[in-house]
């Protein structure tokens, strides 16, 4: 019968603790605890340095916790044991680190004398009885049976079987010791530079194959060959050959053949079944692809493209050798037809050496319906450096000159040729004997004259950098006053050149005209529709003697000098009109194209003055700056009319800005690229950008926001790839880079929506390539509340402006007064008066030392008198 087991230390007031502690499955001659880094630190057991998994066990003075329950009372770990502690027996209580959690603590203390002996004397485990008739014997090896494996490790194993080489190296021995420097050396200085160590076949030397390792796999019969020249040794070689045809008998013998008459019969049917299918459903559509923009919201894991996808590619070496392109645009109503404007190439010659021949620059007007060949050419004796379409009427376009005159092209007679309406058949050849390209009896593409350029004599003085329309809700007069366009129609174009003035053109006829010009336009027939072969007489009363409505000059605001811009923004003014019958008469209006010819110029004074239109905008330079100014006029003392100095400028940009776009979503929100940064400013924030990005490894040269996004823009590269911002991403790096766009340096792109589900990207390059590359979805689909998630960025990085410079201005006063108090609290130096005294400042500064001097070597008896001194 086993023995009685002993009563608990344990007083009857720790038995609801024990209660507890066995609900949680431990034994009762332990209690788990929580012990605090405090307590730890008190009684030496801190886990994982004074006890540890291998070494758990750590031995308490019953004393200790007592006076540290004493001390801290219920705020000690102890106190749940208290009792149980005070009714132990020995000296010593056994802690226990718990470190895998076994009682749900990472310590249990040791309630009983037996449980403190077992755990730290634990019985050795019973090791089985061994009998004596039981003997152990040691194993033998049996023998050894042979059966080949020895011989496949022989021939497994690696053996020097090729007698090693022996290489001397020698120098001469004056160089022993002597400093050796290295340098590198250009493969082209000298004739033996490089060295290329050509394959070639050796025949004293062949590897025998001993073993080849190959698979094999049942698959049908099948046959394949292949060609490789050995490039052994460089020879010239020419092939020739000429195709195997078959005799007339041979042809007739397989027509007449029964085989062929059973494969006919044989396929006939599954080539119709196909045809039919394909009538019915189209086997080729991407399923996926057609769900929309729904199947991008769900769960299931199908393929959704987040790269910039290539589209279509134009390019025409007949047209674009040695050419690059400055400007391009998508057309506003046609789809899938976009115009480039090429421009030659820095430093090189424009003229043809064997024909000696001007090569005229061009527009191109290319298509989706045929990308292999451009579709319209635009001709001017000038290179075009930009042009835009009319907003008023796409077929009017005008284009700024690299000698600083604008161009007029009515493209109406060939709208149904862009569109692709007209037959190939009946296109109508052009003589391009000008262009020293190709032959006129191969181009069939129509070329435009311009209609109008302006006069040389009241033109801009260097390249025009950037053109653009005035919007249809207003127009400026001589001033630069902004009124009301009765017409709605766009009628006045801004210029911007190198010779740092803009100009605003107006393409209206003047109200004072020269008779014999009236009479020519009224002898016209207004409806007569000019022919594809004349140039339309829709701007003639512009022709060479186009000048413009007025300049504006671009002052530096702290020195001398002018600024000269390259791109600029205004603000495309949104006339609220609330008289519904006019607004209704005006989208008639519109509906019907305007004849420009029949347009004349009204009065300022019979014109409402528009005070709610921004008449300020923003300009890019060469240098990098970023000028804000006023184009209206402002009168002197005398009464003259003078550009205003601009009102802010800003060094942001290293080198020139070649972007300045306005946000389609936010009309005060501008975003500028130039050298290897960008900046995103809101205008009336005059304290700096919003967001200055940092400096790219690769310069900056074309920009442009997305037109269904307002959080995403697109940046292109110098080295051809594109970045893709997305300002509730990230505002330090781009989101999504996409390299390799184009092999140089990408120098426009234009966002165009096709459709709802189809949005593409234009990019062209100095190369006079074109490339349309397709928007994923991720990238045009704008997430939940954007717009107004982005409107609360911008609100809170202006607050973060403003808050900045507050602490900027408070520091800058507090340095100031430090300074201040500075001065006030150091002693004051003496000052030392200048030592340029005249004659009489000298005298009566110091007219009686000479004679204090003398007194006093006197006493001391050193003086000595002179010749001229009488004794005394």
């Not at 005070?86 to 076994?102: A, H, I, N």
């Not at 000298?190 to 060295?195: H, I, P, S, V, Y």
């Amino acid at each position: 019968m086993p023995p009685k087991r002993r009563k608990s230390a344990r007083s009857s007031a720790g038995s609801e603790g024990r209660g507890k502690g066995t609900d949680k499955g431990h034994p009762e001659d332990i209690f788990p605890l929580v012990l605090t880094s405090t307590t730890q630190e008190l009684f030496g057991c801190i886990a994982d340095q004074d006890v540890t998994g291998e070494s758990p066990y750590k031995l308490l003075q019953k004393d200790d916790i007592i006076q540290d329950i004493k001390r801290r009372a219920t705020v000690s770990d102890f106190s749940p044991v208290k009792k149980i502690v005070l009714g132990y027996p020995e000296d010593e209580v056994l802690l226990v680190y718990d470190r895998d959690f076994t009682y749900n603590r990472a310590f249990y203390l040791v309630l009983t004398p037996e449980a403190k002996d077992r755990i730290l004397n634990p019985p050795e485990p019973e090791t089985p009885e061994v009998f004596e008739t039981e003997v152990s014997k040691t194993p033998r090896p049996k023998h050894w049976i042979s059966l080949g494996s020895e011989q496949e490790i022989e021939e497994k194993s690696v053996k020097e079987t090729i007698k090693k080489l022996c290489y001397k190296f020698s120098r001469v021995r004056r160089k022993f010791g002597a400093p050796v420097c290295f340098s590198d050396r250009n493969t082209a200085d000298a004739k033996d530079g490089f060295l290329e160590c050509v394959s070639y076949q050796d025949s004293r030397f062949s590897i025998k194959q001993m073993q080849r390792d190959c698979g094999v796999q049942a698959v049908p019969r099948l046959r394949s060959s292949s060609a490789q020249t050995q490039w052994k040794f460089q020879r010239n070689i020419f092939t020739q050959y000429v195709p195997r045809e078959l005799s007339d008998k041979e042809k007739e013998n397989i027509l007449q053949s029964e085989s062929l008459k059973n494969f006919c019969n044989s396929v006939t049917p599954r080539v119709l079944h196909a045809l039919q299918q394909q009538e019915i459903m189209n086997v080729f559509s991407d399923d996926w692809k057609d769900l929309g923009t729904g199947a991008e919201g769900s769960d299931w894991p199908g393929k959704v493209y987040q790269d910039l996808m290539l589209f279509q590619a134009f390019t025409d070496h007949k047209y674009t050798k040695d050419r690059k392109i400055n400007s391009i645009h998508w057309h506003p109503t046609i789809n899938g037809v976009i115009a480039v404007a090429l421009t030659g190439k820095k430093g090189e010659q424009l003229i043809d050496s064997t024909t000696a021949v001007t090569r005229p620059s061009l527009i191109l007007f290319y298509s989706f319906s045929d990308p292999s060949n451009p579709q319209l050419l635009l001709e001017c004796p000038v290179d075009i450096s930009a042009f835009e379409f009319c907003p008023s009427d796409p077929n009017i376009i005008v284009g700024g000159c690299v000698k600083g005159q604008v161009v007029l092209w009515d493209i109406s007679a060939h709208v149904t040729h862009v569109q692709g309406a007209q037959p190939s058949a009946t296109k109508v050849p052009v003589n391009t004997d000008t262009f020293g390209i190709v032959d006129h009896k191969e181009t069939k593409t129509p070329v435009v004259q311009h209609c109008a350029m302006s006069s040389s004599e009241g033109c801009h003085k260097g390249p025009i950098t950037d053109v653009q329309w005035l919007p249809p809700t207003f127009e400026v007069t001589r001033t630069g006053l902004p009124v009301e366009n009765k017409n709605k129609i766009s009628v006045q174009v801004v210029t911007c050149s190198l010779d740092c003035t803009l100009m605003f053109w107006d393409v209206r006829v003047q109200r004072l005209l020269n008779p014999s010009l009236s009479g020519r336009k009224q002898s016209m027939d207004p409806k007569t529709k000019p022919t594809p072969n004349s140039v339309p007489d829709t701007f003639r009363h512009l022709d060479r003697t186009w000048k413009p409505l007025f300049r504006v000059s671009l002052p530096k605001i702290d020195t001398s000098g002018e600024y000269i811009p390259l791109k600029f923004s205004l603000e495309h003014y949104i006339c609220n009109d609330n008289n519904t019958d006019e607004a209704t008469e005006n989208e008639n209006d519109l509906e019907v194209t305007p004849d420009y010819s029949q347009l004349r110029m009204s009065s300022a004074k019979t014109l409402r003055t528009l005070k709610d239109v921004n008449t300020k905008l923003y300009i890019g330079t060469v240098n990098g700056e970023i000028v804000y100014t006023d184009w209206k006029l402002e009168k002197d003392d005398f009464g003259r009319l003078l550009s205003a100095k601009p009102l802010h400028c800003f060094s942001i940009h290293p080198r020139s800005v070649n972007s300045v776009q306005r946000s389609p979503f936010f009309k005060d929100i501008i975003l500028t690229t130039g050298g290897c940064n960008f900046a995103i400013w809101k205008e009336g924030v005059m304290d700096g950008p919003m967001l200055l990005s940092s400096r790219s490894e690769q310069d900056y040269t074309a920009a442009c926001w997305s037109l269904s996004r307002p959080a995403v823009f697109f940046i292109g590269k110098r080295d051809g790839s594109i970045e893709v911002w997305n300002l509730l991403e990230k505002t330090s790096e781009p989101t999504q880079v996409q390299e390799h766009i184009t092999n140089s340096m990408i120098t426009c792109i234009k966002v165009c929506s096709t459709s709802s589900k189809q949005h593409l990207l234009a990019v062209s390059d100095d190369q006079g390539q074109v490339c349309v590359l397709e928007i994923p979805k991720t990238l045009y689909i704008p997430a939940k509340s954007e717009s107004l998630n982005v409107k609360k960025y911008f609100e809170l990085e202006e607050d973060n402006m403003k808050v900045v410079l507050k602490e900027e201005e408070l520091c800058g006063k507090q340095k100031k007064e430090a300074e201040g108090l500075k001065k006030r609290t150091e002693p004051d130096k003496p000052t030392v008066k200048s030592l340029d005294l005249s004659k009489e400042e000298y005298m009566t500064e110091y007219g009686d030392f000479p004679s204090l001097n003398e007194h006093n070597l006197k006493n001391i008896g050193l003086w000595v008198a002179t010749a001229d001194t009488p004794d005394t």
